[in-house]
Every structure is written in structure tokens, then in C-alpha cells.
């Protein structure tokens, strides 16, 4: 009798998972999910790493060099330059990573000093990536020197001159510095707030608050003004440290960096508000904030793993993280020093899924603007 029993209890228990839809996707879209993302994402090779080309040369031999480099799956040549004044700005817009410079007189010098050189250099805003670059470049050099040399009487060599911009000395805390700002702006500001708000609708508070005196876009703005205040002290913080501590420079604007951060916060308001409308407890507030921002934010953002070495579904779905957005903005002010007219598609991005967040929680809360 009491087996019949646990087993029809066991069988209750089976049909409630299953009928639950949440408990569903945490149960097998959280494996799946995480899977993918750690098996596409995580990698340290690179492919399809945009670079450009500065041939002073023009013969033959460079010509061979360039096919065969663009040939290779890890690089793609962006664009070729005509002088160095190119250099530092196609570095500033982010179209590029690296810089190959091949000297004047390449196929002679190798010729008659069995040695020509080539110039790499690189963005080393992420160290890990330019470190990859290079050797990787070398590699390819090497065996190319290889094959010339296969039925050459004499040997010839090329040899690499590397150089690091932005990042000299290839510290990875200039890396981490905008990474973790960018983790913990968006833990205070989305997640506390989608907490926040949904703690009101689990105690069925929030629509007490909606039909009070106040507006209720005055009263969602109150909730989320807290964590505005708390999330720009972070920011302050997180920047200091840095500077301060590790020795992390701020070549651009400061003034520009605080409208950025303040610009980025307000993004992940909205989308803590988002998440809020589809939450009916804090616990799900939480779950969703997880496995909707913190892996997203880590994996896809170009934070730790290069988005260019992913799968190109993975590169097109990182486009709608904004912390993708706001580490290159962050990277490219504190490092590269530009100014508004090198970041502003990356702003307009994070401006425009600002109002596309709150619209949608405007309407999921059917809150009428007047």
C-alpha cells in the first residue's frame, strides 16, 4: 500500500515539473543555455581578427606575404593603408586590432641581407588578444620563411618588430578595470531594481502604489532613483581604484566617461524595470537576472573571451548585450583618450535600447504618459 502511495506521489510530483513552464527552462534552458555559451564562446584562439595592411614595399614578396595572410582563417584585412597618419585613427574607430607595416625595399633587403622586417602592432586595450595577434602573425611568417627557404641556396629571414598601443606593457587590469564596472553597474542597477520592484508585487504593494496620488511613472522613477545614486558611487569607485591603485589611465574625458556611465546605468534601469513586468516574485527576478544578464554580460560582452572568435550566431546576439556597447566605450575613452565623434553609434546603441526597454515596461505595466 505504501509503495502504491509514494509512487503516486512521485507521479504528482512529475506532472507538476512538467506542467510548470518555468521550472521547465531552469530544469533543461539553464544546461542548454550555458553549453552553448561556454562551448562557442570560451576560447583563446582568434579568427577572423579584422587588421590592416601598411605596405611601404609593394613587390612581389609582400604581395605573396598579404594573400597568405588573408588566406589564413584568423585574419581579415579590413583595409589597406596608404600612410602611418592612418594609423592611430582607424585604432581609435575599433575597425581594426592590429597594423602590419612591411618596410620599404622588403624584397631587396631580403635579397641582399637575407633579412626584411615586418612592423606589428597592435590594441592592446585587450592583452590577451594582441599577445595572440602576434604570435600568431609570427607564425605565419615563420612559415612562409620556410617555404622560400626550401630550395633557396641561401637562407632568408623575417623578422618581427612588435608594438603594444594603449597598453604597453600588456596589463590585463586595463582589461578588468572596465569589465568589472560594467558586471557590477549592471548587478546594482538591473538586478537590485527588478528585485526590487517585483519584492512590491509579491506583496502585493505595487498596486497600492500605482493608484496612490502619485503618477505611476513618479512611482517606478522613485524606486529606481536609489540604485542611480548607489550605482554612480560604484562607478566613482570602481575609477578611483583603478587610477589610484593600478595605475589605469584616463587619457579622454572624464566628463564624457561620467555621461557614458550615467547613459549605461539608466539602460540597465530600464532593463531591470523589464525584467520586473515579467516577475511575479524576487526569486524569479532573480533567476531571470542571472541567466539573462550575468552570463550574457560576462561571455558576450567582449569582457574576458574575443567576440570576433565566435561563431557568427554568437557575434550577432552579442549585439543586443549592452554591456558590449559600454566596454568599448569605457575601453576606448580611458585608453585610447577619444572623443564623442569615435563612439557615437555605440552611444545611440545604448540610447535607443534604453527607449526600447521602457517602452516595453510602460506597456507591460499599461502606464499612460500624460
Do not use: C
Amino acid at each position: 500500500m505504501n509503495r502504491k502511495v509514494f509512487i503516486g506521489f512521485v507521479k504528482k510530483e512529475f506532472f507538476h515539473i512538467f506542467r510548470d513552464r518555468r521550472s521547465m527552462i531552469i530544469l533543461f534552458g539553464m544546461p542548454l543555455v550555458q553549453i552553448l555559451l561556454f562551448g562557442f564562446a570560451i576560447t583563446n584562439e582568434i579568427n577572423n581578427v579584422s587588421i590592416a595592411v601598411l605596405d611601404k614595399s609593394k613587390d612581389v614578396e609582400t604581395q605573396k606575404i598579404i594573400h597568405k595572410i588573408a588566406a589564413s582563417p584568423y585574419f581579415e584585412i579590413e583595409k589597406v593603408l596608404h600612410a602611418e597618419s592612418e594609423i592611430e585613427p582607424i585604432f581609435k574607430s575599433g575597425k581594426v586590432k592590429a597594423v602590419l607595416i612591411f618596410e620599404s625595399n622588403f624584397n631587396k633587403k631580403i635579397q641582399t641581407t637575407s633579412l626584411a622586417k615586418v612592423q606589428v602592432i597592435t590594441d592592446a586595450t585587450e592583452p590577451n588578444t594582441a599577445n595572440t595577434i602576434t604570435a600568431y602573425v609570427n607564425a605565419i611568417l615563420q612559415n612562409y620563411s620556410k617555404e622560400i627557404n626550401h630550395n633557396a641556396h641561401s637562407k632568408y629571414d623575417i623578422a618581427i618588430e612588435s608594438q603594444w598601443r594603449y597598453n604597453p606593457e600588456l596589463k590585463s587590469v586595463y582589461t578588468f578595470v572596465p569589465g568589472v564596472m560594467t558586471v557590477i553597474l549592471m548587478l546594482v542597477s538591473a538586478m537590485m531594481t527588478s528585485i526590487s520592484i517585483a519584492r512590491e508585487k509579491e506583496l502585493g504593494t505595487m498596486e497600492i502604489l500605482l493608484v496612490s496620488p502619485l503618477k505611476p511613472i513618479l512611482v517606478i522613477l522613485g524606486k529606481v532613483f536609489p540604485y542611480i545614486f548607489l550605482s554612480i558611487i560604484n562607478a566613482i569607485i570602481i575609477v578611483g581604484l583603478g587610477f589610484f591603485v593600478f595605475k589605469m589611465p584616463i587619457n579622454g574625458s572624464l566628463f564624457l566617461l561620467t555621461l557614458e556611465s550615467i547613459l549605461f546605468i539608466i539602460t540597465a534601469l530600464a532593463l531591470g524595470i523589464l525584467i520586473s513586468t515579467i516577475s511575479n516574485s524576487q526569486q524569479t527576478a532573480m533567476m531571470i537576472s542571472l541567466m539573462g544578464l550575468m552570463l550574457p554580460v560576462i561571455i558576450l560582452s567582449g569582457f574576458i573571451f574575443p567576440i570576433s572568435s565566435m561563431p557568427l550566431p554568437m557575434q550577432i546576439i552579442s549585439n543586443i548585450i549592452p554591456a558590449k556597447w559600454f566596454i568599448s566605450i569605457v575601453k576606448a575613452i580611458m585608453l585610447k583618450g577619444v572623443g564623442i565623434q569615435f563612439i557615437w553609434k555605440e552611444t545611440l546603441i545604448l540610447l535607443f535600447m534604453t527607449m526600447i526597454f521602457m517602452l516595453l515596461s510602460m506597456k507591460k505595466y499599461k502606464i499612460r504618459l500624460e
